[in-house]
């Protein structure tokens, strides 16, 4: 009785076992079908080989992940009025050139995008100059194609720190010389906009970066007064304030931003 | 929805250039002017295909990474700049799911071409990825573009299981246009049958779009000018 009972409670086990049992039989007859030559003798199909494995196959496809710390810039591709508004009849603001001081293709960052009446895209960008921070609208075929960077370089201008970011995470962190009293660094979010090197002279250290900053107090430069990013021959007066207005690094720490910080990096000095 | 002409919808005339490289410049002239529907671009693609040479799977494979590396970057594109956000919802779903798809495609022929594997080139879509209607236009053109493509190279391969894998993309890039046809309520099998083009014709065709571009040129040995 006692044994009934206890077979009596393993039968829903049994059954399961028995029906997956069945099930397995049936799939291994299916998946058998078309390779056997005995089962489908006398049709023709027996010949018939398997499908040829592909000899790669994608993996899953995945969906774009947040766009919130990209930055978006573009060469200047012709020379174009930048306006006030995306319109053709907007006042005009300045005149972008498609070359930078040191010859290489202009970059802005560009921060929004509308069409005008008539249908055609205008990209507002940011303009390299004076008040900085100005911006204007361009027509999109000005520029070229859309580059992006998942970085920026953060200027503490109190604290006299450089921090650069990929993706709000901390990459490298140096101490930086900044402007003295009379030719301050001035504040903002600027660009990188080329990368200099081999040039002669040890004043920039081996590796410089051009920015879109420009010295309220430096107009009379030449170039204008651009700001940039560079190494030294004085790194004894890193950090502090000791310059007209660039950001000056050690030059081991001027190289390692090298090869962490792409063109187009947002530069935000506060 | 209203017929547009070619030249309408895509402003930079790289789509006009490419049918005109692949089925000559009478066919094109007659697309400007005509409504485009999806039995007249793929008719247009459709042209009779030339003879190719002898050329090796790796030739194969690194213009379809190049290829299919154009396409990721454009949907990629119009995601970032929020043009695919900014779609009603059954294109915008269409859109994220060949992006996704596309970058797959990318991932894989990267890897089994390993060190082989070409450089990645510098793309400017102009104002392709601007506009919705631009960018779908774009989108099934490029697909309808990839489908002639791979079938055309697909019997130059010679290493079957490689073959077996691009009827696999192949399959696929086909189901992306006729959606696409679809959404634009255009015939999604427009023909009973495919052509496909020889790679010397996409390679131009790619090429006269004016999508691949130099990098810019961002370095320089010239001494700084800035404020120091």
Known sequence: MTRLRAATRRWPAVAVALAAACAAILVAGLAGRSPSPHRAAGTGLSALPAPRAPAFTPGRPTRLGSTRELTRWAPVRAPVVARGAPDPGAPALATLSTRTPEGTDNAVEVLDRRTDGAGRPWLRVALPLLPNGTTGW????ALGGYQTVDTRLVIDLRTLRATLLRRGRVVLRAPVGVGRAGWPTPRGTFLVRNRLTRYRGATYGPVAFGTS?????????????FVGIHGTDRPD???GRISH??????NADILALDRRMPIGTPVIIR | MTDLTLGALDRDEALTQVVDELCGSTRAQLLRGAAVGGAAMLAALAAPSVAEGRVSDVRILNFALRFERLQAAFYTQGDEIGTVGRMPEPRREWAEVLGAHERAHVRILKRVLGPKAGPRPAFD????????????????????LTVAFLTGVSPLLRDRAVTAAIFGLLTVEARH????????????????????RTLASVQRAVARTGFIVDRPRTSSRRSPRFTG
Do not use: K, N
């Open chain 1, 213 to 225: 900053a420009r010295s309220p107090r430096a107009t009379d430069w030449p170039a204008g007064g």
């Open chain 2, 177 to 196: 246009a006729a959606w696409g046809r679809h959404l634009l309520r255009r015939a999604p099998t427009p023909r009973p049958f495919d052509d496909g």
């Open chain 1, 245 to 250: 207005g660039c950001i000056r690094l050690r």
């Open chain 2, 125 to 144: 879509f102009g104002a392709a990825t601007e506009t919705d209607l631009a960018f779908t236009r774009t989108v099934v053109a490029m697909e309808d």
């Open chain 1, 237 to 239: 007066l890193v950090p």
């Open chain 1, 138 to 141: 361009v027509p999109r075929g």
